[in-house]
């Protein structure tokens, strides 16, 4: 079974695959871009937020611990003394450890939290990379493969169409002088044939009718009852 296409339009092909590299372009720029915000998140996620709260948790470590020291101390200047207070040291306490439980709260989300966003991303390749692979392969082939097809339209609507041929008479005579066709025409040329063949015939006729001498005919003898009077 033969293959064939009704193509009406070469600019619409053109077209078409213009739409197509354009879609090429946007799509791979799309996946890039997405591809550059998920490193973006991890190496966010990984190293500044992690490395940051845990860094806090060691500050925030120290902080409680100098602040127990100086309410230790602060305890032991205020024995046998009503007028020293260890008020302000409890409360820079309570506050320190508050703050260091923020910051240990911080680093067990972020630890729950990167598994969660390396599983995202693993579902989210394994959707796109059937899509990355087509731009990549599927896609080009195709393009190239239009851009072949435009360029032999292309060659074969620039070729001319042949001239007919001449038909050249066993006379010597062109095509249009010499054929007979028709009624007319054969009308023509056999006028002139009778013509001919009525010349050749008359022709040996008068030249015989040339070469015979020419024999006097005898005059009629007088009547016989003409000379005999009665």
């Not at 997405?34 to 190293?47: G, Q, T």
């Not at 100098?66 to 207070?85: C, F, H, P, V, Y």
């Not at 923020?102 to 899509?131: D, F, G, M, N, W």
């Not at 074969?156 to 249009?176: E, K, T």
Request: net charge positive; aromatic share 4%.
């Amino acid at each position: 079974m033969s293959k064939s296409a009704r193509v009406l339009s070469v600019e619409s092909l053109k077209d078409f695959r213009l739409s197509m590299v354009k879609f090429v372009e946007e799509a791979r720029g799309a996946l890039s871009g997405v591809d550059m915000e998920l490193r973006r998140m991890r190496d966010w996620l990984e190293r500044d937020q992690l490395g940051y709260w845990q860094a806090q948790v060691k500050r925030r470590s120290e902080d409680v611990m100098n602040a127990r020291s100086e309410l230790a101390k602060r305890k032991i200047a205020a024995q046998g003394s009503d007028t020293i207070s260890d008020t302000e040291q409890k409360e820079k306490l309570r506050e320190a450890m508050r703050r260091l439980r923020v910051a240990e709260e911080k680093v067990a989300l972020v630890k729950r939290l990167i598994p969660q966003l390396h599983h995202t991303i693993a579902e989210y390749k394994s959707c796109s990379s059937p899509l990355s692979d087509h731009l990549n392969g599927g896609m080009d082939k195709s393009i190239h493969r239009l851009g072949s097809m435009i360029k032999s339209l292309e060659d074969y609507l620039a070729l001319s169409a042949p001239s007919a041929p001449r038909i050249s008479m066993p006379n010597g005579g062109s095509d249009g002088g010499s054929t007979t066709t028709g009624g007319g025409g054969s009308a023509r040329t056999g006028g002139v044939s009778d013509a001919t063949s009525s010349e050749s015939q008359t022709a040996p006729a008068a030249a015989a009718s040339a070469a015979e001498p020419s024999i006097a005919r005898p005059s009629p003898a007088p009547s016989e009852t003409a000379s005999n009077p009665s």
